[in-house]
């Protein structure tokens, strides 16, 4: 069935017994299709260095109160090699837009943790042309993050002063050309949002017809451009557009994103709730994790990843969700 913006507004909008049932048919529409398991992907931010000055983010190149860091490749295969293969099937390799981290030194990478583990690889490293991912698919990444955050220009342009809209989502039709399963999406209430331009978004993603889809709210940091401003909606929009979106994409892969967290308690459950069936649990070393921030109030700090594994399977009971096994590879085509 196809949808207008009028459509996406309506349930945007929804409230008292349209809103349960909105959220009663996400739920359903997610265990018919993706099922009961929740599957995790150990996260492992590994670099904060970045070429781009995003407005909204807290390692953008021009934050000088950003301590540096980027992990060594034994580090990063190291902490790979904790995973247990039999709860977490895949690492997030996540950093900045690092130079360093080129595609050479990426894909000895990828070589090394396919050969000493059994854990399939997301990598989100931000905009790389077409030849990179092919190498890097060639080494044994399987997947490939790359969030286009907003489908309004201006607004895009807002945010992004040293970027280009068509050059982000060609990587994304690029990783789709090579066979990359491929996961993008938004920020909810970016600053002057319209609920309209949030409708678009989410016709957009839908568009792309991915393998995964990432969103969260915008949570406002003091020390980028856009510190001192405020989403432009209230929470319970955030979690209206997980429902929807798993309405519209029945079979994509939908985390329940470390944001929710930041911005409500147990907000992971809710999302998880409501349509999503992926967790990320923090898997970066401990010494990084406070300089790995794009926005403020971000959980599990000062966890240990033994801690966050031991919280995630509590909150799975607590939800009555069980933990997948196994890589979790995309299933919407299947």
């Not at 938004?186 to 889809?213: H, K």
């Not at 929807?244 to 329940?256: E, F, K, Q, S, V």
């Not at 308690?265 to 898997?283: E, S, T, W, Y």
């Not at 966890?303 to 069980?322: D, L, P, Y």
Request: hydrophobic share 35%.
């Amino acid at each position: 069935m196809q949808h207008s913006q009028a459509d996406i507004i309506k349930m945007l909008n929804s409230s008292g017994e349209d809103l349960t049932a909105l959220y009663a048919n996400a739920e359903k529409v997610r265990e018919e299709n993706v099922g009961g398991q929740v599957y995790l992907r150990g996260i492992i931010e590994f670099s904060n260095y970045c070429k781009r000055d995003c407005n909204y983010c807290g390692i953008a190149r021009s934050n000088s109160k950003v301590h540096r860091y980027r992990m060594t490749e034994a580090e990063i295969l190291e902490e790979c090699k904790k995973f247990s293969a039999d709860k977490i099937g895949t690492v997030v390799l996540q950093s900045g837009e690092d130079a360093y981290f080129t595609k050479e030194i990426m894909a000895d990478l990828i070589r090394r943790i396919k050969t000493e583990t059994k854990l399939a690889i997301t990598l989100s490293v931000g905009e790389r042309d077409e030849d990179t991912y092919r190498a890097w698919k060639a080494a044994g990444m399987d997947r490939y993050l790359l969030r286009f955050e907003t489908s309004d220009m201006d607004l895009f342009n807002s945010c992004h002063p040293d970027d280009d809209f068509s050059e982000r989502i060609e990587c994304l039709h690029s990783l789709k050309r090579l066979g990359v399963q491929t996961g993008s999406g938004f920020m909810i209430g970016l600053p002057d949002e319209t609920i309209g331009q949030l409708a678009n978004d989410i016709l957009f993603c839908t568009r792309l017809d991915l393998e995964m889809i990432g969103v969260g709210p915008f949570i406002p940091n003091d020390e980028t451009v856009f510190g001192g401003t405020k989403n432009a909606f209230e929470s319970e929009v955030y979690f209206k557009v997980i429902a929807i979106l798993r309405l519209l994409n029945p079979r994509a892969h939908i985390p329940a994103t470390t944001a929710f967290d930041a911005i409500m308690k147990n907000g992971r459950d809710l999302a998880l709730q409501r349509g999503a069936n992926v967790f990320m649990p923090n898997c970066t070393p401990q010494k990084y994790r406070r300089d790995y921030q794009l926005y403020p109030g971000k959980p599990c700090l000062d966890e240990s990843s033994e801690q966050c594994f031991n919280c995630v399977g509590s909150r799975m009971s607590r939800i009555g969700r069980i933990i997948g096994t196994g890589r979790g590879d995309a299933i919407k085509q299947g």
